[in-house]
């Protein structure tokens, strides 16, 4: 990506790491997942990997770090879908962007979409990638999938597996990737994410953010609907959420906003951005061309 | 003689083994063929290549477009005997209009039975098709079809405009996407005597209990057979309307199950608010997806 700048914005005393080839309004915004200091491997700007390369052929790409991973900042404040939701409004305005599209992977999805409810007049369009955390919670069984990643955890083998583990093929996680994870849990930022996530009480701050984020969401779905264009993305063999949890986060969705697409992508996992670069890239910048359209139009 | 719509490229005429047969072609580039739904002989509808109006010219920028009318259908002649009335004589004529175009290697789009269309001359002739593209096709997927419980009897006279309009309101999500233009060219269709005949055969000679259905029926069989075989072996997308009553999502979804089992290129995409005909009710989400989808499948150095 060598095309791609770098740029720490200082933010509310939380420096917030930005990548981005050009900085446009209407830019598309990647916004990686994880649960920082409990997921077992990284997650940060570096996740994108060449899907944000081949993007950025055609479009403006602004890529952003939330609080608790890679080079950005801790907060413990920020350590909620709440905070996480604020982060991103706080980046946006700060880089002057209006109707950007949002691409949220994993956890991410449920902040941006409630952002793009709160704040129509700043978002375009949402994306949502591969997230378990936006489907309803239902009485599910407990998943194993990630439950013991083999020790020291965060060392470079530890989230090898990890990454493995939530994949459909391994052959997306090269060396580089690993090494980048590793880099992020070496961060100050990860060293005290992990220790907030040790307290308890702090964890099921963490834990309880997301239920009400989810809540809320399923409410302004219901009611209202989500005001801008969405589109939910999917690995067909997701080890974390399956096919049948894509589809009714789609009808959720899809409920009031007439704009609303969903898509399978075959023989990926939880990282399909990753392992179908290319039919990952079409299906967003296809989406992307037709809300642009109409926002121009 | 239908109207010439100014959404349409100008129409052409192939003699395709005996089968005089109405085309429509624009556009340079990789060849998308389009193959619409339906079949000769139905009373209250009557698809013709115009259902293809909100796409064709749009793609025609990027790629060379074309769509014909399938034998006994639109303006193409009827099948040359009643043995003919069949599946089988509709792909048959299909891969030779295709050969008697001298196209290349082509992206195959079909639509509700021309999707089964599509697929059995991906099945049957691999090496004429470049990537297949399925669109709500209740005849290609397996499980139960409900065509008949939203649209049987028309509250209409069988065969007018009203009850054309009918039955297209019902297949669509908005009623409104039903536009005058297209019930001009269904309705005109309806009203040719070289249809009424088909209709004639089909209803009172009862060849479609006779001889169109069963044959169809054993035909399904074998494709959905050869699919789950694996046979199926060129890049694959299927767009489903989200609301779709004719065809609902899950019969989409386990036909994209099949064909994914054995293909990594395949593609699933759904459009909200969209029934059976999602390329005319929300065409610029649906050009968008196939653009790319032709782009990226183009021949070696993006040549068709």
Same mark, same amino acid.
């Given at each position: 990506m060598s095309a791609v700048q770098h740029q720490a914005l200082p933010l509310e005393g939380t420096v917030t790491a930005v990548w981005y080839n050009r900085i446009a309004r209407d830019a598309i915004v990647l916004i990686h997942g994880g649960q920082p200091g409990l997921l077992p491997y990284c997650s940060g700007a570096h996740i994108w990997g060449f899907s944000a390369t081949r993007l950025m052929e055609s479009a403006a790409v602004i890529m952003l770090e939330l609080p608790g991973t890679g080079t950005t900042g801790f907060s413990a404040d920020g350590l909620t879908l709440d905070g996480w939701k604020n982060h991103i409004r706080t980046v946006l305005q700060q880089l002057g962007t209006e109707n950007v599209h949002l691409v949220a992977h994993d956890t991410a999805a449920l902040p941006a979409l409630l952002l793009a409810h709160d704040h129509p007049h700043m978002?375009?369009?949402?994306?949502?990638?591969?997230?378990v955390a936006a489907t309803p919670t239902g009485d599910g069984v407990e998943k194993f999938v990630l439950a013991y990643p083999p020790t020291p955890l965060w060392s470079a083998s530890s989230q090898r597996w990890a990454l493995e583990q939530v994949s459909y093929a391994h052959h997306h996680v090269d060396d580089e990737l690993v090494a980048a994870c590793v880099r992020s849990s070496e961060a100050p930022a990860h060293a005290r994410a992990v220790a907030h996530m040790a307290d308890p009480a702090r964890r099921l701050q963490w834990v309880s953010s997301i239920s009400r984020a989810k809540s809320r969401l399923f409410q302004v779905c219901r009611e209202s609907g989500i005001p801008v264009p969405v589109q939910v993305v999917w690995g067909t063999?997701?080890?974390?959420?399956?096919?049948?949890?894509?589809?009714?986060?789609?009808r959720i969705l899809a409920q009031r906003q007439p704009l609303a697409q969903f898509h399978l992508i075959n023989r990926a996992g939880a990282l399909p951005f990753r392992e179908e670069v290319e039919a990952f890239c079409r299906v967003l910048l296809a989406f992307d061309d037709v809300t642009a359209h109409r926002m121009r139009g | 003689m239908l109207a010439s719509f100014a959404s349409m490229p100008e129409g052409r005429w192939l003699n395709v083994?005996?089968? %005089?047969?109405?085309?429509?072609?624009?556009?340079?580039? @990789?060849?998308?063929? #389009?193959i619409y739904g339906g079949n000769f002989g139905m009373k209250d509808s009557a698809s013709t290549a115009h259902t293809w109006s909100c796409n064709l010219m749009p793609l025609a920028h990027r790629f060379r477009v074309v769509a014909f009318d399938k034998l006994g259908q639109g303006l193409t002649s009827n099948p040359k005997c009643d043995d003919d009335y069949t599946m089988q004589a509709v792909v048959d004529h299909a891969v030779a209009f295709i050969q008697a175009l001298g196209?290349?290697?082509?992206h195959?789009?079909?639509?509700?039975r021309g999707g089964f269309v599509a697929a059995r001359?991906? /099945?049957?002739?691999?090496?004429?098709?470049? $990537?297949l593209t399925v669109v709500n096709s209740g005849t290609l997927s397996p499980g139960v079809g409900t065509n008949?419980?939203? /649209?049987?009897?028309?509250?209409?006279?069988?065969?007018?405009?009203?009850?054309?309009? +009918?039955v297209y309101e019902n297949y669509c999500y908005s009623p409104a996407a039903v536009t005058d233009d297209w019930i001009d060219a269904v309705y005109e269709t309806l009203q040719s005597p070289k249809y009424q005949e088909s209709v004639r055969k089909m209803t009172i000679e009862g060849l479609a209990e006779?001889? #169109?259905?069963? %044959?169809? @029926?054993? %035909?399904?069989?074998? $494709?959905? %057979? +050869?699919?789950?075989?694996?046979? /199926?072996?060129?890049?694959?997308?299927i767009f489903w309307g989200f609301n779709d009553r004719t065809a609902v999502l899950e019969r989409g979804l386990e036909l994209f199950r099949m064909v994914s089992r054995h293909q990594r290129a395949v593609q699933f995409h759904v459009i909200n608010q969209s029934g059976h005909f999602p390329f005319r009710e929300h065409p610029d989400q649906f050009n968008a997806l196939l653009a790319d989808f032709v782009a990226a499948h183009a021949g070696p150095g993006g040549k068709p």
């Open positions: 978002i375009r369009a949402v994306t949502v990638v591969s997230s063999h997701d080890p974390l959420g399956t096919v049948d949890q894509a589809v009714w986060s789609y | 083994d005996g089968i %005089q047969t109405r085309y429509y072609d624009a556009g340079e580039g @990789a060849p998308i063929v #389009f196209l290349p290697p082509v195959l789009v079909g639509h509700s001359i991906a /099945l049957e002739h691999p090496s004429m098709v470049r $990537t008949e419980v939203v /649209l049987s009897n028309p509250p209409y006279p069988a065969g007018s405009r009203e009850a054309a309009r +009918w006779r001889v #169109f259905l069963p %044959q169809l @029926a054993r %035909q399904k069989r074998e $494709t959905l %057979q +050869w699919i789950d075989e694996g046979r /199926l072996q060129r890049p694959v997308q």
